[in-house]
């Protein structure tokens, strides 16, 4: 999710963040390529929005009647492997437990997630820090472990490696200046206003 972001009261520039597990846990995606040379006074009304082509994003941000421009195409990213965990051993020594695994990168988080054995329902997590490339253990007690005593767990381990790689700015210094009026339809099968239109109008005037 792309949004603006304010500095000292004045649009500074973009900051993205990933929603995978909801906006109330969303994660800074850092990226210090989307902010602006000279952050933008007095703005009335900001907005970001994105667009996805193959491999490439294009992110706006919308100031007033300025459009700013920023895109991966043309970009050469440090390369980053996806980040895995795989060899997944368990070993039990009276109340405690060994989780082990190897991992082929350093992630930049990390984390044990149990499910219910019989119904696949999610029963709770364990964060792991220190996790680095190749062979990692980790020892917890029994009540350390989520769920009730007796419960039969399956785990799972789940890491998070590197985001995304740097924006370049691609619009000039210049603005764009445009009358803005737009149309929207919730197109999320999901969504409790599936099929809603929204309609924006920049000119009060014309509003009905």
């Known amino acids: 999710m792309a949004t603006p972001y304010l500095k000292d009261a004045k649009v500074a520039g973009l900051r993205l963040f990933d929603v995978s597990e909801g906006l109330a846990k969303a994660q800074l995606i850092k990226a210090n390529t989307l902010d602006l040379a000279k952050p933008l006074e007095k703005v009335g009304f900001m907005a970001a929005a994105a667009a996805v082509n193959d491999v490439d994003i294009t992110l706006t941000l919308v100031a007033d009647s300025v459009l700013t421009n920023f895109?991966?195409?043309?970009?050469r990213p440090a390369r980053s492997e996806r980040c895995d965990a795989y060899?997944?051993?368990?070993?039990?020594s009276g109340e405690r437990y060994t989780?082990?695994?190897?991992?082929?990168?350093?992630?930049?988080a990390a984390k044990l997630v149990f499910t219910d054995a019989k119904t696949n329902a999610a029963v709770g997590e364990l964060p792991l820090t220190g996790v680095k490339a190749g062979r990692n253990s980790f020892d917890f007690a029994t009540d350390q472990l989520p769920g009730r005593l007796a419960t039969e767990l399956n785990w799972a381990v789940s890491l998070t490696g590197n985001r995304i790689a740097s924006i370049n700015r691609i619009s000039e210094v210049a603005s764009t200046v445009y009358n803005r009026a737009t149309v929207a339809i919730d197109k999320s099968t999901e969504s409790d206003f599936f099929g809603r239109m929204y309609v924006g109008e920049a000119n009060e005037a014309n509003l009905t």
Do not use: I
């Open 71 to 75: 895109t991966t195409k043309g970009v």
């Open 87 to 92: 060899n997944l051993r368990l070993a039990q």
């Open 99 to 108: 989780f082990s695994f190897d991992a082929n990168d350093e992630p930049t």
